[in-house]
């Protein structure tokens, strides 16, 4: 079985320009999550999907990000204009959809976004 | 609002010893789950343990085992018989039996000496 996958692995941008973070779950896994950690932080919970809808996005720091995750498969998150405090590691996560259980999360390797 | 603190930047072990991670949270919940998650260098993150809250047996999975002390509200991951492959940043995380987020501590960069 695939793991979650996420592209680009690296991205380096100037401030002002816009990036597109992609993220592939696991087969079948109708909860998809995006978390970030900033340098030396903690990893930082951003929104959360079930399938294709917004469940929780208490984390998105502003409205320069947009996250989406049409027909509920695979999701992007998009800064637009990035800022350098958006530099960090951007990780996305997924698990099944169930309403008890531990709820664990796989994740993927993450994009390392820097913003010059 | 819950926390996750994990006072120990790095650690070093030599190989074949045993280190133990230190992590505690804050909560006043009285279930939930508690994880820990290992992230090799340019690795995706994957899942050492988990121990959920009512259950008072700490989790072992092979070298790897938790101290829960729910009263103190502390989880520390003992890894036995260090690897070289052991070497990785480790991330200690919380979820509320309520909802999908986790909370997670700044981690501990292990490195493991020959």
């Known amino acids: 079985e695939a793991g979650v996958t996420q592209f680009p692995s690296h991205s380096v941008i100037e401030k002002g320009q816009t990036v597109t973070l992609r993220c592939d779950p696991i087969?079948?896994?109708?909860?998809l999550y995006w978390y970030r950690r900033v340098m030396g932080k903690e990893i930082k919970f951003l929104l959360h999907?079930?399938?294709?809808?917004?469940?929780?996005e208490s984390g998105m720091p502003n409205n320069r990000f947009l996250a989406e995750r049409t027909g509920g498969t695979y999701s992007t998150l998009k800064v637009q204009p990035a800022e350098l405090e958006d530099s960090g590691v951007y990780f996305c996560?997924?698990?099944?959809?169930?309403?008890?259980?531990?709820?664990?999360?796989?994740f993927g390797p993450g994009t390392r976004l820097t913003v010059l | 609002a819950q926390t996750v603190t994990q006072s120990q930047p790095e650690m070093s072990v030599q190989e074949a010893e045993t280190v133990t991670l230190s992590c505690t949270y804050d909560?006043?919940?009285?279930?939930?789950?508690l994880f820990w998650y290992k992230q090799p260098p340019s690795r995706q993150m994957i899942l050492v343990i988990r121990?959920?809250?009512?259950?008072?047996q700490n989790a072992t999975e092979n070298r790897f085992s938790v101290n829960f002390q729910k009263a103190a509200k502390s989880f520390s991951l003992k890894i036995s018989d260090s690897q070289l492959g052991d070497a990785a940043m480790y991330f200690c995380?919380?979820?509320?039996?309520?909802?999908?987020?986790?909370?997670f501590g700044t981690g501990t960069r292990l490195k493991v000496l020959a």
């Open positions: 996560a997924s698990s099944h959809l169930t309403s008890g259980g531990d709820g664990t999360q796989y």
């Open positions: 087969s079948g896994h109708d909860n």
């Open positions: 999907f079930v399938k294709e809808s917004k469940q929780d």
């Open positions: 909560t006043s919940e009285s279930d939930y789950y």
């Open positions: 121990q959920e809250a009512y259950k008072q």
């Open positions: 995380a919380y979820r509320s039996v309520g909802t999908y987020k986790y909370i």
